[in-house]
């Protein structure tokens, strides 16, 4: 039985699912954690905070059906495509934990069935599809599936709970989504021929295109471009080994080497971001809590595969209580009984709006359980993490160089760590929808420190200049010849970029008439930017503008520099712009991060005295 869900008993027969949901939120008062340990161990907030709240949430369901609201917000809009599958997913991590002669389950079971019914019409597609087809696995294996699911409604599930929905099924090329989606309609063929209702070849054929994919756009670093070759290279690109090797786990295989070799490339990356709060992945699209279950499954993943030391397993091992423990107290909000996304200054993307509300809280949920229930079954379940944390932060290393592509152009991420604190500068391309979007930027982020606005377009920590004719120019998307040195503790990052991105496209646009060398010093408590730009013959720079979104308060300005009184960040030089302005940034959603709202705004504009010459733009930015 898994861990995170402690069985009722004596109950009388006949009480539905709901009922033992109620129930088994106020049974939860063991404590399996350390005399004085300040973190509990894992399974134990997974069991006893983070579970209650997704309990809750399906005794609603279970009473209100299609009426279901959550913090003011219908549950059954229409627009969360993935909600049936992950309903299915919340209620069976539930009902499996049942044992066979346990008098209540024909009960649980007819619970199950309704909700099947319920929802079965409603659109669910790729991680829905995959969702449904692994609860459904679950119960197959439990020998449940026939009681669970009503004959009629396991029929449309085995047409609709199909890959062939966003891939040619000629070409096995995906149809209008990125490419992480690869791995879902992977998992949904592999899942499809365990439940017997196709044989294996798909599966083979999809997992074929998966390691093109990774060849063709990545080569020989391992990791996967969510587009054609555009390099965008962001959470995804490092999760996806972990969630092939978990898909692998999930259906009774070893994943093949080459795997093994991805998703040991992926843990290193995770393992530089390891952060004493629980913070996660900290640049791209959808992260806030998913930035630290990306973590939390690429360790977990290569902890079951044997890829870890034993001292990593141990790090990734407190990582994950660490980060359950901050899901359950910054992410979850007990006045709504939902995790929170949207609110109390947080933004994400539209990918993750409001209208996914319980889909997002089961999700998380599921990913918590389901990692937590691997580190039970690895001799960790009821363990405390161990006391010299932060001795195991202090043997990662100092400095690590991620190459993602090289040739046309280079990609790459560079992570310090300065202390207990990283630093980490992605140089990569955005490509379709997200190049202009500044969590994609070729700036330094930091948990606590630097971040990006989900959708968010200010200039952050980047010039963007606009021409004479009204074009505005942005170095982001063709970095050339870069290069990484090192020099005790300082590292220095520099490329060059003969065109600049042209903002105002969906897509990244090729402009050839600037061109930029850029240098980047990372050294103890000092970030420095320096930009040296070419405009070619005849082009006339107006205006440029850059911004810094902080989260320091008592801020004061003196020409170009800004000082603040409290917060991470303590000053804020800028060198080759004539005005900076310091501000609140207010209601602004510009300056709302995953994890809440900016404090202090800061916006420069100049232009060069000398349109015909080269022009040079610094800044500076200490931090304590």
């Known amino acids: 039985m898994d861990l995170y869900l402690t069985p009722v008993t004596n109950v009388a027969r006949g009480v539905s699912i709901a009922t033992l949901i109620l129930l088994g939120s106020g049974l939860a008062a063991r404590a399996a954690e350390a005399p004085g340990a300040a973190i509990p161990a894992y399974d134990v907030t997974v069991r006893d905070r983070i579970q209650p709240q997704t309990e809750q949430l399906l005794l609603k369901l279970v009473k209100d059906g299609r009426k279901l609201e959550l913090d003011g917000t219908p549950v059954f809009n229409g627009s969360d495509k993935f909600l049936p599958g992950k309903i299915a997913m919340g209620l069976v991590d539930f009902l499996i934990t049942l044992p066979d002669n346990d008098p209540r389950l024909p009960a649980y079971l007819a619970d199950f069935r309704k909700i099947a019914k ?32 009503d004959p009629l409604t396991l ?42 209702w196709e044989d294996g070849a798909p599966a083979e054929k999809l997992y074929a295109k998966i390691a093109e994919h990774y060849d063709l756009y990545s080569g020989q670093y391992g990791f996967a471009d969510e587009t054609d070759g555009e390099g965008r290279f962001d959470r995804y690109s490092v999760l996806l080994a972990g969630e092939i090797a978990q898909r692998f786990i999930e259906t009774g295989g070893k994943p093949p080497q080459q795997v093994l070799t991805w998703l040991r490339k992926s843990a290193d990356v995770m393992l530089m971001r390891l952060d004493a709060g629980g913070q996660g992945f900290e640049y791209g699209r959808s992260i806030g809590p998913y930035g630290e279950t990306a973590i939390i499954e690429v360790l977990t993943a290569a902890a079951v595969l044997d890829l870890l030391t034993p001292r990593e397993k141990d790090l990734a091992y407190a990582y994950s209580a660490r980060a359950a423990q901050r899901y359950a107290e910054f992410w979850q909000d007990p006045k709504t009984g939902s995790v929170n996304l949207w609110d109390g200054g947080r933004r994400t993307d539209d990918y993750r709006g409001k209208f996914r509300i319980l889909g997002e809280n089961l999700s998380l949920a599921h990913q918590y359980a389901y990692t937590s229930a691997h580190w039970s079954r690895m001799g960790y379940g009821g363990k405390a993490p161990a006391a010299d944390w932060a001795k195991g932060l202090a043997s990662l290393p100092r400095r690590q160089v991620t190459w993602f592509q090289r040739g046309d152009y280079d990609r790459l991420l560079v992570s310090v760590r300065d202390g207990a604190r990283l630093i980490s500068l992605p ?18 982020f930091s948990p606590g420190m630097l971040a990006g606005s989900p959708d968010g377009v200010a200039p952050f920590l980047t010039p963007r200049l606009t021409l004479d004719d009204g074009s505005a120019l942005m170095p982001l998307a063709y970095f050339k010849d ?32 600037v ?45 170009g520099t800004t000082t603040f009184a409290d917060g991470v960040v303590r000053r804020f030089a800028v060198e080759g712009l004539s005005a900076c302005q310091t501000g609140p940034v207010g209601q602004d959603k510009e300056y709302r991060t995953a994890t809440g709202a900016m404090t202090t705004k800061v916006v420069c504009h100049g232009a060069p005295t000398d349109a015909a010459a080269p022009f ?9």
Request: net charge positive.
């Open 482 to 513: 870069a290069k990484v040195e090192a020099k005790g503790a300082e590292t220095t990052v520099s490329w060059r970029q003969d065109e600049l991105d042209r903002m105002g496209e969906r897509a990244p646009v090729a402009d050839k008439r």
């Open 118 to 149: 319920l929802t079965v019409d409603d659109a669910n597609d790729s991680w829905g599809a995959y969702y449904y087809l692994s609860s459904l696995n679950k119960l197959r294996e439990a020998g449940r599936l026939k009681d669970a699911v």
């Open 515 to 559: 061109s930029v060398r850029t240098t980047y010093v990372l050294e103890p408590g000092r970030i420095t930017r320096t930009d040296v730009f070419t405009p070619a013959a005849g082009v006339k720079v107006k205006d440029i503008e850059l911004q810094l979104g902080s989260f320091s308060g008592g801020a004061k300005q003196v020409g």
């Open 616 to 624: 040079k733009i610094t800044w500076r930015l200490d931090y304590r």
């Open 427 to 444: 140089v990569i391309n955005g490509g379709e929808s997200q190049h202009m979007h500044n969590p994609y930027f070729p700036i330094p």
């Open 155 to 196: 029929a449309k599930l085995r047409v609709r709970l199909d890959w062939r929905m966003f891939v040619d099924v000629d070409t096995y090329a995906l149809i209008d989504h990125p490419n992480n989606y690869y791995c879902v309609a992977f998992a949904i063929a592999r899942l499809r021929a365990r439940m017997g």
